[in-house]
């Protein structure tokens, strides 16, 4: 790339204006793709390890269990920069990926392939993304919304910061009771909910899906940060729903 920065496209929406730049990064010699929303960094690819992690600790936990006839079904929360979304089409034994995402601006920037994982995930056959708002979804009947009432195997979300610092107040419930017990019912037995967080594990959060799930963990993930000396760190959730009765 010729130039230091390029912003390649911009646009504004009811969360405010949301932004997508490429630039070449000296330390890390390598082109970075972000994107912003006003001033608040919501994604970068120099930090991509925690949404590879969250969909391969994910998939991991499902591989426990016997594959199900025709592979898993999978929703993630968040397409951001598609790290999560191309991690879970790694895996063979995936026969679905829907990927939500609120913003329909970031959706026609991989379709446009103005994003690098957009020619991939448009490409592969098992994956549809979807515009919509993840947690409303998750607060109804219906996380797809062209198959009712279908359940998935596998739920990962990658949307806001953590549990207590959000990108929008209207995402709090997901994270209370009651969204807990929400998002229960769109997940087969034995199925598994990952979440990723920018914030060190939080107990509170983990009492909170013991109230529905089982086997509830809180596992750090450290990758390198070009501008420290010391690695980053990063959290994700796991938890798997109860087998049926």
Partial sequence: MNLRFQELDWRPTPMGVISLRVRWDPMAKAEVHEIKLDDDFLMSSLFVQGEIDVARLALTELHRGPVPDGGYDVVVGGLGLGHTALTVLEDPDVRSLVVV?????????????????????????????????????????????????RRFHAVVVDIDHSPRHLLNPAHAPFYEPDGVRRLLGHLHPGGVFALWSNDPPDEGYTEVLRQCFTDVRAEVVSFPNPYQ????????YLATAPPSD
Wanted: proline share 7%; charged share 25%; hydrophobic share 40%.
């Fill in 101 to 149: 995402e609120a913003l329909s601006e970031v959706v026609a920037w991989h379709e446009a392939e103005l994003i690098p994982a957009g020619k991939r995930l448009t490409a592969d056959p098992r994956c549809r993304l979807a515009q919509g708002d993840f947690f409303a979804l998750a607060a109804g009947e219906d996380l797809d919304q062209q198959d009712p009432g």
């Fill in 229 to 236: 000396e010391h690695p980053a760190t990063n959290t994700v």
